[in-house]
């Protein structure tokens, strides 16, 4: 990397792998610094800056919001693993519920689906049918699909 705080913001969101917005909206978030200009020049930025904003990214890859992120930015010494672990744990369990949500609504869409592909020549869609109303009974099989 080069000399501590020599990186132009170009060259800074290049070497963090994303563009100068994505650098000046964390700024502006409060996940990065802005440096100051030294004589009128233009900012310059360091190799942590780069470490910085790479742990940003790797964090909303794992589905962190930016607000978490900044919490965790708080901890980033390395020495608050039990502060952190219970910020993971919290979204950890956010995360399991959507997946819960996301295997109803598969197994619901799959059910619907299928149904369809069964309704050959009738006017009757049971997609269509369950999306204009909150419960149907499709088809008249007794089961009521909820979504």
């Not at 070497?15 to 610094?33: D, P, S």
């Not at 900044?70 to 519920?97: F, N």
């Not at 369809?116 to 049918?129: D, E, K, M």
């Amino acid at each position: 990397m080069n000399a501590p705080q020599s990186l132009t913001i170009g060259t800074f969101a290049k070497a963090a792998g994303v563009n100068v917005e994505t650098i000046r909206f964390y700024q502006h978030k409060g996940l990065l610094a802005t440096p100051h200009r030294r004589h009128g020049s233009i900012r310059r930025y360091g190799s942590a800056d780069v470490t910085r904003v790479k742990f940003v990214k790797a964090a909303q890859r794992l589905g962190f919001s930016l607000g978490e992120i900044g919490e965790l930015l708080k901890l980033e010494d390395g020495t608050h693993c039990r502060e952190a672990a219970e910020l993971a744990d919290l979204h950890l369990a956010d995360v399991r519920a959507k997946l819960a949500d996301l295997m109803r609504i598969e197994a619901a869409l799959s059910k619907l689906v299928n149904e369809c592909r069964a309704h050959r020549g009738t006017v009757f869609c049971p997609l269509i049918a369950t999306l204009q109303h909150t419960s149907i009974d499709p088809g008249g099989s007794g089961t009521a699909v909820k979504i």
